[in-house]
Every structure is written in C-alpha cells, then in structure tokens.
C-alpha cells in the first residue's frame, strides 16, 4: 500500500461523513450543522459543529446549515466543518 493516501469528504445537506479511501467505513459521520455563540461573558465566541449540538432549543443555540435548498452557501460554516474535520 502506498503513502498517499486519498481523503473522502463527503458534505451532504444533512450530513458530513470523512475517512481515507482504503477505510470500509468513514471515520467520521455527524450532522451538517454549525452553531456559533457567545461565550457567558459575553466577550468571546465558540463553535459548536456536528454532534457537538446537543439540544439545541435547550440551550437557545441556532445551529446552522451551510446549506441553503441543498447548495453551499454559507461558507463560512463550511470552513468549519473543515475544521472540525481535519482537527
């Protein structure tokens, strides 16, 4: 087997799934979504991505899809999940 190795990144409207190409499965599989809010005092930021949402009516966050009628749109949430991904 070889070095080079391909990634497999496969970002669906629902969900994002990524693995090298010689996996039978992907490595990882969550939701397309993206939630960014302010930390409790107020002077910061976090992100949330994927799974990483929980409930989200619960703790009054609004995740976002990076897709729009299933096109890419909101790039930003894209750089996100590419993050995610690749951290």
């Known amino acids: 087997?070889?070095?080079n190795i391909?990634?497999?990144i496969d970002c669906?409207?629902?969900?994002?799934?990524?693995?090298?190409a010689t996996d039978d499965a992907p490595r990882l599989?969550?939701?397309s979504l993206v939630s960014r809010n302010r930390t409790k005092d107020g002077k910061g930021f976090f992100?949330?991505?994927?799974?990483?949402?929980?409930?989200?009516?619960a703790y009054r966050?609004?995740?976002r899809s990076p897709f729009d009628r299933n096109v890419a749109c909101h790039f930003e949430s894209m750089?996100?999940?590419?993050?995610?991904?690749?951290?």
């Open 29 to 31: 599989q969550f939701r």
């Open 47 to 57: 992100t949330l991505v994927g799974n990483q949402i929980p409930y989200a009516e």
């Open 1 to 3: 087997m070889g070095k």
């Open 12 to 20: 669906g409207a629902y969900e994002t799934r990524a693995g090298f």
């Open 61 to 63: 966050l609004k995740p």
């Open 79 to 87: 750089e996100h999940i590419f993050d995610y991904i690749f951290d």
């Open 6 to 8: 391909p990634i497999v």
